[in-house]
């Protein structure tokens, strides 16, 4: 077990459920958000190792969010997840400190290891 809390935040229901499983099965702590209001509360209320965030959602996308998250918490490590090509999305981000990309649809197959390097690198900040 590692001990990690993390957060995931995605609108799409069955999504978040299927990484949830994946990322708990994987000895994770999670904590899941379907909104970024919502991702926005449990950031100030909860102590977290990394934060998983959509791109895409209605009502706040995931920059506005992580956006706002970046205003009173600068250091959590974020994981953008996209179905979109990253490049497109880079230059708006570059400045929220992104610690890196999964696509969004994939069988998450190398997100454990993708997972494990923000942490240690994380952890040795």
């Known amino acids: 077990m590692t001990g990690k809390k993390v957060?995931?935040?995605?609108?799409?229901?069955?999504l978040?459920?299927?990484?949830?499983?994946?990322?708990?099965s994987w000895g994770y702590d999670v904590l899941t958000a379907d909104s970024g209001e919502e991702a926005i509360s449990l950031v100030e209320k909860e102590v977290l190792d990394m934060l998983i965030l959509d791109i895409m959602m209605p009502v706040m996308n995931g920059i506005e969010t992580l956006k706002r998250i970046r205003g009173f918490n600068q250091k959590i490590p974020v994981l953008m997840m996209t179905a979109y090509s990253k490049e497109a999305i880079i230059?708006?981000?570059?400045?929220?400190?992104?610690?890196g990309f999964i696509p969004k649809g994939s069988d998450f197959g190398c997100t454990s290891e993708i997972i494990k390097t923000i942490l240690k690198g994380a952890k040795s900040k």
């Open 7 to 14: 957060l995931i935040v995605d609108d799409e229901k069955e």
């Open 16 to 24: 978040l459920k299927a990484l949830s499983i994946r990322l708990t």
């Open 91 to 99: 230059k708006d981000l570059g400045e929220l400190g992104i610690s």
